[in-house]
Nanobody, 118 residues
Framework: QVQLVESGGGWAQPGGSLTLSCAAS????????MGWYRQAPGKERELVAA???????SYADSVKGRFSISIDNAKNTVFLQMDSLKESDTGVYYC????????????WGQGTQVTVST
């Protein structure tokens, strides 16, 4: 079992920045992955960014160049730096942890609200 505790989020104006954090109870080492999904009102949950233990990163096309995912391995904590925010980034952001052998997330954080508005 892996526990994920999220922090950050909140409100920002368009063009602003926010940072999300997700602390895991287990290291990402060994081919595992962590990252973030988000779910906007009335829409399906979508993958925003992911990072593997090997350092590979991936991003949704809608956030490329604006969002950056990173990890502090000493603290088992993943960060999502969100810059140049748009109203379309509004939603609940969920941290996930995926084991190396899984095709889908195995564990989820509690979710944190991000609201971008004027």
């Amino acid at each position: 079992q892996v526990q994920l505790v999220e922090s950050g989020g909140g409100w920002a104006q368009p063009g602003g920045s926010l940072t999300l954090s997700c602390a895991a109870s287990r290291s990402i080492f060994g081919g595992n992955a962590m990252g973030w999904y988000r779910q906007a009102p009335g829409k399906e949950r979508e993958l925003v960014a992911a990072l593997t233990s090997g350092g590979a990163t991936s991003y949704a096309d809608s956030v490329k160049g604006r969002f950056s995912i990173s990890i502090d391995n000493a603290k088992n904590t993943v960060f999502l730096q969100m810059d140049s925010l748009k109203e379309s980034d509004t939603g609940v952001y969920y941290c996930f942890y995926r084991r190396y052998y899984s095709r889908a997330p195995d564990y989820w954080g509690q979710g944190t609200q991000v609201t971008v508005s004027t």
